[in-house]
T-cell receptor
Framework: DTAVSQTPKYLVTQMGNDKSIKCEQN?????MYWYKQDSKKFLKIMFS???????INETVPNRFSPKSPDKAHLNLHINSLELGDSAVYFC?????????????FGPGTRLTVL | AQSVSQHNHHVILSEAASLELGCNYS??????LFWYVQYPGQHLQLLLK??????LVKGIKGFEAEFIKSKFSFNLRKPSVQWSDTAEYFC?????????????FGAGTRLAVHP
């Protein structure tokens, strides 16, 4: 069984379009994350939700809007896509406590903006 | 600001060579430390983690890492690498941020192992 799944795996689109990436976890975790991995493989957190509530919001443009309909899902909607949005987006989940934060990652969504 | 530094961006080794990848972090508080691996075209997988206790931790696939608090380091080692170890390796630090844990990743080290 897939623990953290993302759809789609690949997404190719034109500049200016709006697109969404979906993430689901079946681990029963309370916290979910979105990371962006750029072309140099640098991995940076974008957002985190705990039980549907936004808890981490790094300096990400307003065009990016996460939505968590329930604690097992965290979707990422991107408006007015730009060339610089091309990257691999990883979803992750964890069951946090103050001593432990192992995160489980999804397979990634490779977004290409033309 | 908190940061994680991985000194080697690209490492090329022959099979059976020994490996050591450096990782330093800048944060004075209590940290949890991780090494993740990303095989070509795949997602990140946890190699090993340190929370407390014995500073020498052993992970999967023969990897180990040593936490040296005085040096703010958490270097990854493997005595004899294999071709299948070719991957990107990420060091990460878990910090408390607003009451929640946040992972800060290093820039990654790309390891290429030649047969």
């Amino acid at each position: 069984d897939t623990a953290v799944s993302q759809t789609p795996k690949y997404l190719v689109t034109q500049m200016g379009n709006d697109k969404s990436i979906k993430c689901e976890q079946n681990l029963g975790h309370d916290t979910m994350y979105w990371y962006k991995q750029d072309s140099k493989k640098f991995l940076k957190i974008m957002f985190s939700y705990n039980n549907k509530e936004l808890i981490i919001n790094e300096t990400v443009p307003n065009r990016f809007s996460p939505k968590s309909p329930d604690k097992a899902h965290l979707n990422l909607h991107i408006n007015s896509l730009e060339l610089g949005d091309s990257a691999v987006y990883f979803c992750a989940s964890s069951q946090p406590d103050r001593l432990y934060n192992e995160q489980f990652f999804g397979p990634g969504t490779r977004l290409t903006v033309l | 600001a908190q940061s994680v530094s991985q000194h080697n961006h690209h490492v090329i080794l022959s099979e059976a060579a020994s490996l050591e990848l450096g990782c330093n972090y800048s944060y004075g508080g209590t940290v949890n430390l991780f090494w993740y691996v990303q095989y070509p075209g795949q997602h990140l997988q946890l190699l090993l983690k340190y929370f407390s206790g014995d500073p020498l931790v052993k992970g999967i696939k023969g990897f180990e890492a040593e936490f040296i608090k005085s040096k703010f380091s958490f270097n990854l080692r493997k005595p004899s690498v294999q071709w299948s170890d070719t991957a990107e390796y990420f060091c990460a630090v878990s910090l408390l941020s607003g009451g929640y844990n946040k992972l800060i990743f290093g820039a990654g080290t790309r390891l290429a192992v030649h047969p």
